[in-house]
């Protein structure tokens, strides 16, 4: 079946470094993307989103690159601090036939970003 | 981005047993989503909840264990019913805002725990 997933289930990274989280998905048809952050005892967070018109769009310290060729979704923290340590997910809105149903999101597996001082 | 308030925050339940889970909305939104989060695992949407209509469910999720309530547009209400410790999730509730509403929001979650 269709599936979001992520390469890597854990990344740690020290203080001031920049980190990488990725996402694979398999939906070539899906035409929004969102990252989201959770931490522990809380809600996804969004984070910052990418239309699939567009391959490259940045946020605060944050940038998400989308790459439809190879069907992979990136998602850069600059300067990461403690307070990035969370679980990421990548989550994408695969187009239905007849059109699109925002809200009903398909989830990646996650990532856990344990940054050290 | 709308604020989403879930009650209660998180609850330890007998089997057999039944939960309501409620979301408050501040703002009055078209669709609300009810998704799982079962432990270490991501989130799987269990149904979409229209202001009056009957929820619409996902592959795997029935309204007998999963009723759902949408008595106006800024609550619904998520019953997890007979409960086993299957059921043992975090249990979130989401809005989406955006200018195709596109973006989805999500509350603090329900942490049910079921023994």
């Known amino acids: 079946g269709e599936s979001v997933g992520l390469h890597l289930p854990t990344l740690s990274v020290q203080e001031g470094d920049n980190s990488i989280i990725n996402c694979a998905y398999s939906n070539s048809a899906s035409d929004y993307f969102i990252w989201y952050k959770q931490e522990s005892g809380k809600g996804p967070q969004f984070i910052i989103d990418i239309r699939s018109n567009m391959d490259k769009r940045q946020g605060q310290r944050v940038t998400v690159l989308l790459n439809k060729t190879v069907k992979h979704l990136s998602l850069q923290i600059a300067a990461t601090q403690p307070g990035d340590s969370a679980v990421y997910f990548c989550a994408e809105n695969p187009r239905k036939t007849g059109g699109t149903s925002y809200g009903k999101l398909t989830f990646g597996q996650g990532t856990i970003l344990t940054v050290h001082p | 981005s709308a604020v989403i308030s879930q009650k209660p925050s998180r609850d330890i339940c007998q089997r057999g047993t039944s939960l309501t889970i409620q979301c408050q909305v501040d703002s009055q939104v078209t669709m609300m989503f009810w998704y799982r989060q079962q432990p270490g695992q991501s989130l799987t949407l269990i149904a979409t909840?229209?202001?009056?209509?009957?929820?619409?469910?996902e592959s795997g999720f029935v309204i007998d264990k999963f009723p759902i309530s949408r008595p106006n547009l800024t609550f619904s209400t998520l019953t997890v019913s007979n409960m086993s410790p299957e059921d043992s999730s975090i249990y979130l509730c989401?809005?989406?805002?955006?200018?195709?509403?596109?973006?989805?929001?999500f509350g603090s979650g329900t942490q049910l725990s079921v023994l």
């Open positions: 989401s809005v989406n805002e955006g200018s195709a509403n596109e973006k989805l929001f």
């Open positions: 909840a229209n202001q009056g209509s009957e929820a619409t469910y």
